[in-house]
Nanobody, 121 residues
């Protein structure tokens, strides 16, 4: 499955962005999915996860209450709605399939190019 992230940009603190992850192929709907991010000089971290059917989601404590993950299996697309953005949310955001529904399941696909999110103070 090839994944293409989009929707990033430059936004002021307190603003919002909606990221999209478009998947090619027919296996998107068979996989749990997640959003990850990597800030400069830091390791890539898991931000949010969603189950195959979309009925269950989980979030990192740092984004809980501000970010919402969702998916549309008919469109082979996943989303990340980001509200109340903070400068510390600045990072390259990636999507990937996951090896299970557990928060600790590893990513299972190839990484795309990601989409840059920059939040100014």
């Amino acid at each position: 499955v090839q994944l293409v992230e989009s929707g990033g940009g430059l936004v002021q603190a307190g603003g919002s962005l909606r990221l999209s992850c478009a998947a090619s192929g027919s296996t998107f709907r068979l996989n749990a999915m997640g959003w990850y991010r990597q800030a400069p000089g830091k390791q890539r971290e898991l931000v949010a996860t969603i189950t195959i059917g979309g009925s269950s989601t989980n979030y990192a404590d740092s984004v809980k209450g501000r970010f919402t993950i969702s998916r549309d299996n008919a469109k082979n697309t996943m989303y990340l709605q980001m509200n109340s953005l903070k400068p510390e949310d600045t990072a390259v955001y990636y999507c990937n399939s996951r090896g299970g529904s557990s928060w600790y399941a590893p990513p299972s696909g190839s990484w795309g190019q990601g989409t840059q999110v920059t939040v100014s103070s």
